[in-house]
């Protein structure tokens, strides 16, 4: 701040005399003159702002920042300042361009939970079937394979449009890995858009691409191996899903590269856990068995493992196994190993390394960063 007290702060934004006199926009536009701060200082001064409910001096501090550093620009700065705009009734075409020049920056930087909240900001301002918002979604979806929004911003997208190639190729992607804890949740939204899509084009006469859409989301719902873990008793047991790559699905690392996943943290009077691989590898597959505890009021003397191989198709079979548990625990249960037969696992393709429950986090951090509010036109970007 070059030694001076910080004027976006309560007491000197309030008190001070000359932004009394000229205004927001004249007086930041003054000050940035003179100060080249950097994007985190940037970013702190909207959030305290953002507190506040001050959107006038957010998008004069954004408007103007990027007028004097455009090359510090970032595609959070063109987002908070199209949500300013929005806030402070501006021309909606010109809050449209700032989206733009938000998406621009997005892609660039091949930030995908940019890309994505870019891309809500748009839909959510009636910027529907429009180039750049598909072009974001589709980026997102290949470069985020673990992150949910970007598919699911696609579902309504086909639905919208008319898309039956959309749609199948969305659900495909989007029930082809489990999803830690919100896993029921995201196969029934994929449900819902696709039979919202199949009676859209039933009506339209399109019966064949009805049809199609249909028998597709049924293979995708399809599951290449489903393990269900159950317990007597008072205990915590966890599933650990050994992959034939020598990788683990555990509850801390509940997604691993070949799909499978974790999705739920089983204990006490919820004794239930499931771990899911829609698409497999041929191979074998190890179960291990952790007691975490077992109250000895009400020990917990046997668990019991559902497998089933091929869920929901024709082929479809199931097993059981029973596993006697060790009342101290010090004993761990023996592996139990599941084959999955070459035709039976549908995995072509590995997912990245990187677990979705820290996708996700960071998507929310980055999320709460954007929330950022700000004229007129936005200046535009500097050309490299």
Known sequence: MSGSEDPSSSSSTAGNPQLKTVGPFAFWDSYFKTHAETPEQVGEKVALLRKESKFDHIEAILWNYLKHHPREAKSWMYQGLAVAMDINRRDPAKVKTALSYAADLALASEDVAAMVMVAELMYARGIRNDETIIRLIDTARTKGPLLAAPKLMSLTL???????????????????????????????????????????????????????????????????????????????????????????????????????????????????????????????????LDQI??????????????????????????????????????????????????????????????????????????????????GSEPPKKEDK
Request: aromatic letters at 4%; hydrophobic letters at 40%; proline letters at 7%.
């Open 158 to 288: 086909a639905v919208e449009t008319l898309d039956p190639e959309r749609m199948v190729a969305t659900v495909e992607e989007l029930l082809s890995v489990g999803w830690p804890l919100v896993d029921e949740a995201i196969r029934k939204k994929a449900r819902e858009k696709a039979e919202a899509l199949a009676e859209q084009l039933d009506k339209a006469g399109s019966s064949d691409a009805a049809h199609r859409v249909r028998s597709r989301l049924a293979r995708s719902e399809a599951r290449d191996l489903v393990i269900r873990l159950t317990w007597d008793g008072d205990a915590d047991l966890d599933l650990i899903v050994e992959e034939p790559d020598g990788g683990q699905a555990t509850m801390l690392t509940p997604c691993t590269i070949l799909g499978g996943s974790i999705l739920n943290n089983g204990y006490g009077k919820n004794p239930e856990e499931f771990y899911v691989c829609p698409r497999a590898v041929p191979g074998r597959y190890r179960i291990k």
């Open 293 to 374: 505890y077992n109250n000895p009021n009400n020990l917990a003397t046997r668990a019991t493992l559902e497998i089933i191989h091929n869920e929901g198709l024709p082929t479809e079979r199931k097993s059981t196994v029973v596993v006697e548990l060790v009342a101290d625990g010090t004993t761990k249960p023996k592996p139990v190993e599941v084959v999955v037969r070459p035709e039976e696992g549908r995995r072509t393709q590995l997912l990245p390394y990187a677990g979705l429950l820290a996708e996700q986090q960071k998507f929310a951090e980055t999320l709460l960063k954007t929330l950022a509010a700000p």
